[in-house]
């Protein structure tokens, strides 16, 4: 457990437990939220234009095909042709409208009460603590709510405010990976929202819990990973300047490069990870 609040990596003779995969599906709805919202999301750029593409193509082809139905019909006069032309192009002007983000946003949240329902058992066999799942149960219902209100900062607080807990159920799983980590991408997010409400005060305050996190995590990873790490470092560094300079502009661009970075040395942690295994 020290290890797990010091943000010490575990001994590598010391087996790796499996997280249940519902835990993963949890981050990546939130973080799927994110993206719709257009929010700080560790989405790839890619991924977040390949779920746009699939959402737009799906209406497309439904759109196409109710043309290809339509042209079909009029083929007995040219009255209906023209009556057709114009329900065509109705059609065309609705199948081409994007995505509602609070129906999409609104749709995950409700996928994340599925997911919470079949991981919950799981935790609590694991011995996670009454007060966690209630923390974790309060919060969800608080985002859920949030929704109501149709703003998009209001709900990713409390979208974030979510993922604050993630941290600490990571916690009850012996992996090689520490879930500092989870906090680092929480206090990075905190710290690009305060910025983004212009609350500068929480946003510094923020900053501050980053940097002793990212501290404590980059002393534990003893010089691995080296070139991810430090390029966290230094973006870390970057958002703390402009977060200084109250420039909201430059928090967007420094915070997305930082969450990318966290992302990338992530990544670059579990595939070395998988490596060992594939070793032994």
């Known amino acids: 457990m020290l290890n797990k609040i010091t943000g010490k990596q575990p001994e590598e003779s010391v087996k790796s437990e499996t997280v249940p995969k519902q835990l993963e599906d949890i981050e990546s709805s939130i973080e799927k939220i994110f993206s719709v919202l ?19 193509g799906g209406q497309n082809q439904a759109g196409s095909q109710n043309q290809t139905n339509s042209k079909s019909q009029t083929e ?16 065309a ?37 009454k007060k966690l799942i209630e923390n974790f149960s309060d919060a969800l219902n608080t985002l859920t709510e949030s929704v109501t209100t149709k703003d998009k900062m209001k709900i990713m607080m409390a ?10 159920i990571y916690a009850l799983y012996q992996t ?26 929480k946003a510094s305050a923020a900053i501050k819990e980053l940097k002793s996190s990212w501290a404590m995590f980059n002393n534990a990873l003893e010089g691995k990973q080296q070139d991810d ?24 661009i420094k915070g997305k490069i930082t969450l990318a970075n966290i992302a990338a040395l992530e990544k670059s942690l579990q595939e070395a990870e998988q490596s060992k295994k594939q070793k032994k």
């Open 159 to 168: 979208l974030n405010a979510l993922y604050e807990k993630i941290p600490d």
């Open 93 to 129: 002007k609705t199948t081409n409208q994007t995505p509602d983000p609070l129906q999409q946003a609104a749709l995950e949240i409700s996928q994340l009460h599925n997911l919470w329902n079949e991981v919950m058992p799981k935790i609590n066999q694991k011995g996670a603590a």
């Open 229 to 252: 790490s430090s390029k966290l470092d230094l973006s870390i560094l970057e958002l703390e300047k402009v977060i200084q300079e109250k420039n909201t502009q430059l928090v967007q």
């Open 38 to 56: 257009k929010g700080p999301s560790l989405m790839a750029e890619e991924t977040k234009d390949q779920n746009e593409q699939t959402q737009a």
């Open 76 to 91: 007995g006069g040219s009255q209906q042709q023209e009556q057709s032309g114009q329900d065509t192009s109705g059609q």
């Open 176 to 201: 090689n990976t520490s879930p500092q980590i989870k906090n680092i991408i929480y206090f990075s997010r905190s710290s690009i929202l305060f910025a983004e409400s212009k609350d500068w005060e």
